[in-house]
Structures are given as structure tokens and as C-alpha cells.
């Protein structure tokens, strides 16, 4: 792979992950085109720009010339092909089915230029699952992201044995340039690092729950309170997205048929319910006030 500059950023979903993401971009200087089927949720994106960075400003946490550089260099549409037409990087963050992932991939590898490299800011499902439906499978990786993108630091990056040392090193060099800590996984693994230990403590949190042994805002204080995190497993479920949590258990399930990774009963009864967390303001919460 020839080394390329990257200068031009597509972000393929527009939703909380996919705009923070695209801002993030472009305070770092690169110019950026976020992307979304869903009008409404571009133009909720594209309300949000336009109300952090005065924020920030006022808040003399940005100068306005910065705040203003920024918002010039990025910008919401419906259209694919305009968004990736020109893209040396693209960062999809789509939900987490492989179906969708796969096509998507599919289509940005018609209209991305050949050098570009597709990432993937998926949380469970390798690239490796998704490369090879493009002609350039050592340009497709894993650039994960947490939650608030434009808050939390750290970025896993896989290199998977598809991937070639020249798109990992030019994915790490984007992130430090974003002001992130990237870490790399010599290898793919189910859940990469940190939500392989999050896991562990969610799986065991939810089972406390629906055996009735003790309610959620208890199961919460007492990780606060005597593991030291900033908030419990359901908050964090809660800010993660209750149905993010029942798609990768389902898409697990789907993929190994072991029951254990089935989604919980109570995540699978707010799933139905459309109590998603913040983003729909209920969850384990109520966030609607």
C-alpha cells in the first residue's frame, strides 16, 4: 500500500457514536463529510455541531477562530457518493449487524477511491468478517471508538491478518492527530479489549438482576462505590444503548448458538419496549426530564 496522506474523512452513520466522531475529525483538522439514509438524524448531527462548538467557545474551552475552522470543515449529507466519493479514510458507525456492515462495505468499495482505507468502528465484529467482500481487504481494519466519542480517549485498533502494517500505521497516526490513545490488537478477538472485560461485568450484573437477588440501582451504587467506576453497568448500558446490547447478543447467539450469549430478559423486554437509554430518554433511567 502506497503511503498516502489522508486529509479527507467520510463518517458513514450520523448517529450519537457517528457525529462525534465526524466533530472530532474535523477540530483535528481534517475535512469531513458525515453521511446517514436518515434525514432527521442528520439534522439532529448537524444541530448538534452547531450548539457544541459555541459552547466550547463560551465556555473558553475553544477560541472562536478554531470553533469556526471546524465548522467549516465538516458537513452532513444523504448521499453516499458524495460523501465518499473523495474519502481517503471512511469510519463507518452503523448498527452492529454484519448484513448491513457487509453491504456498506460493498458499496464504498465501488466509489471510494482505490487507495482509501474503510474502518470500521464496530465494537464486537472483526474486519475480517467484512473485508473480503471489497477488492481491498488490506485497507479494511477495526478503529473502535468509545462512547462519547468526543470525550473519551482511547481508540482500538485491529489489525487483523487481512490488514497490512502500512493501514494500521496510518489508522494510528489519524487517532493521534484526533488527540486519542490508540492501542493496538496484534490479533482479532471477539470484543476486543475493553468491552471483553466490560462484558464480564455486565453478563454477571444482569444475571444478579434477573435472578431478583438485588435491584439495578443497587447493583450500581455498589460498583461505584467499592469498584471505583464513574458509573454502574446499567448507566453505562443506559449511555451505550440498550439496543446496541441486544444486537450483539442476538448476532452472537445467532453466530454460536450458545445460549449464555442470548440478550438478558430484561434487555430483551426494554429492547421491545423501546426503552433504549439515553437516547430515547428511559432506559433502567428516566432520562426524560
Known sequence: MENVEIKNICVLGAGNMGHQIALSAALA?????????NQEILQKAENFVDTYLPERVAKGKLSKDDAEAARARVSFTGDLTRAAKDADLVIEAVIEKLDLKRDIFARLDKICPPHAILATNSSYIVSSKIADVTSRPDKVCN???????????LVEVVK???????????????????????????????????NRIVAAIKT???????????????????????????MGPFRLLDLTGIDLSYY??????????????????????????????????????????
Not at 450484573?205 to 464513574?230: C, E, F, K, R, W
Not at 438478558?264 to 419496549?273: D, Y
Open 29 to 37: 483538522g481534517f475535512n469531513v463529510i458525515c453521511t446517514d439514509i
Open 143 to 153: 478503529m473502535h471508538f468509545f462512547n462519547p466519542a468526543l470525550v473519551m480517549k
Open 160 to 194: 487483523g491478518p487481512h490488514v497490512s502494517q502500512e493501514t494500521v500505521d496510518a489508522v494510528m497516526k489519524v487517532c493521534e492527530r484526533m488527540g486519542k490513545i490508540p492501542v493496538l490488537l496484534q490479533k482479532e478477538i471477539y470484543g476486543f479489549l475493553v
Open 204 to 230: 454477571e450484573a444482569l444475571y444478579i438482576h434477573d435472578m431478583g437477588v438485588a435491584s439495578y440501582q443497587d447493583i450500581d451504587t455498589a460498583v461505584v462505590n467499592a469498584l471505583g467506576h464513574p
Open 248 to 289: 450483539i447478543g442476538t448476532e452472537r447467539y445467532q453466530e454460536t448458538g450458545d445460549p449464555r450469549h442470548k440478550p438478558s430478559p430484561i434487555i430483551v423486554e426494554k429492547f421491545v419496549k423501546k426503552e433504549w437509554g439515553r437516547k430515547t430518554g428511559k432506559g433502567f433511567y428516566d432520562y426524560s426530564k
